[in-house]
């Protein structure tokens, strides 16, 4: 077969007018929010104050970790201290895919932890299971549809691709999948009919918080910590401008910022994830797709999107483009990339050309905490007193949990079946410093787009850091 050295999305790419009019009337602002009415604010800290556990980071980590620490000790005083509001960052601004894997997708789980693989696939499974009951008894107001996974293949030589891999569910050909979801560029799909739910993401973070306060733990917002204090034993002091909170354990659950714990800092960088949101679909456009099993929805290119209705019938397409910014910092103006919009807007039309006129509402982007290892890692500090997680690299909407459980069985010093696990004790490789980074991190983007355009193959050095088990995903 020959090269085709084009992407189907380049191959099939729509009127540049289509695009250009289907963005026009976007705002950039993240959907979730805007679907929401205001959320319940929490006071600022602006005393000193004890608890038995300070958690740092108001995300679904650190709000599953207070919330998890007061069912498992309803007397411990828990406080959660947050730099903004609840949710602001990655835990309400994604796709709210909230999958069984705690290893980012069953490859890079197994081809890390082979011997405890089968393990690690128990444990995410009993960890979604966990959410979904959660879900029902704290009454989480957050859209939960366990509907499953959709795989599809874009590419001839995914098709194959997805043919070996019996482990993706149901196999479907091109017209089983289309039938699904009618997209002239599906040629093969596998439907796993368990594995994903869809959850509003930012209605999953403010009910998570919503459920914590009823169970006892105290909130601030706007309580940036600006350091840990400790000395031989004893508590540790979680300083913030204007208080303090004087704790005999620490939870650290601050995702792609920089961490409290400096050696922590060069385990994970900063990579932009964009997404659009189409307004609601009309009874006519939503007949002309199918869709009706709601399927979360993910090609399988390096460069892959995720894809999803919504609760009102809009279509999110978020992904393709990952994008680390020189220098490894967070800004506010990354989110401002019109070409990364475009692509996606493009890419929207070559899937579903009978959509044309449908516009986008929304554009926005957030940060993903990538590690090299594609999934969070975990750690201590300050002789066992804080405990630290990080790197769920773009899947963290059900891992979270799962790190919350480590984060606890280790500040409670028990040694349990998720403590003992190799994918625990052990930490990734680092980044390099900058600016090594940005030089490595391109290069491997690079690599990533030319796999894409030559039917999947990996050059040398994709090879070669697929041996050292290394490299760059989102
Ligand atoms: C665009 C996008 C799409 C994604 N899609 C998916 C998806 O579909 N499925 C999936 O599984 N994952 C997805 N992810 C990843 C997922 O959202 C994250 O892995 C998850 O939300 C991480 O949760 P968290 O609590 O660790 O981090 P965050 O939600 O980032 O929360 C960390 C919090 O810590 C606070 N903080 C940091 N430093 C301090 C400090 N010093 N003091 C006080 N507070 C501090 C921050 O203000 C922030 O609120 C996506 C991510 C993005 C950006």
Redesign the pocket.
Known sequence: MTSPMSTAYERNAPDARIVDAALEPSVRRVFWFDDIDTPPAHPVLDSDREADLAV????????WTALLARRRNPGARVVL???????????????????DSITHGEANGRSRWPDEYDELARLGSENLDAIESDVATLGLDCQFERTGSLSVAVEPHQVEALRGDESAGEWLDSTAVRSEIASPLFLAGRWERTNNALVH?ARM?LELARAAVEAGVVIHEH????ELESGRGGPVMVR?ARGSVRAQSVAL??????S?VKRARLLTVPV????LMTEPLSAEQHASIGWANRQ?LADLANQFH?IRMTADNRILF??YDAIYHTGGKIRERYENRPASYRRLANNFFAMFPQLEGLTFTHR??????TSTQFCAFHGTARGGRVAY??G?????????RF?AEVMLDRLAGESTPRTRLEMVRRKPLPFPPEPVASAGINLTRWSLDRADHREGHRNVLLRTLDALGLGFDS
């Open positions: 740092v980071g108001g995300g679904y980590a650190g709000l201290l947050e730099a903004q509001t609840i949710g602001w960052a990655a835990s309400g601004r994604n796709g709210g895919f909230c999958g993401p973070a309580s940036p910590v600006t913030t659950a601050t995702n792609v910022f920089p409290l932009y994830d964009y997404v979360g995720y978020g992904g926005w982007a957030g940060a993903i905490d997680t990080a769920f690299t773009g899947l963290g909407v059900s891992a979270t790190a």
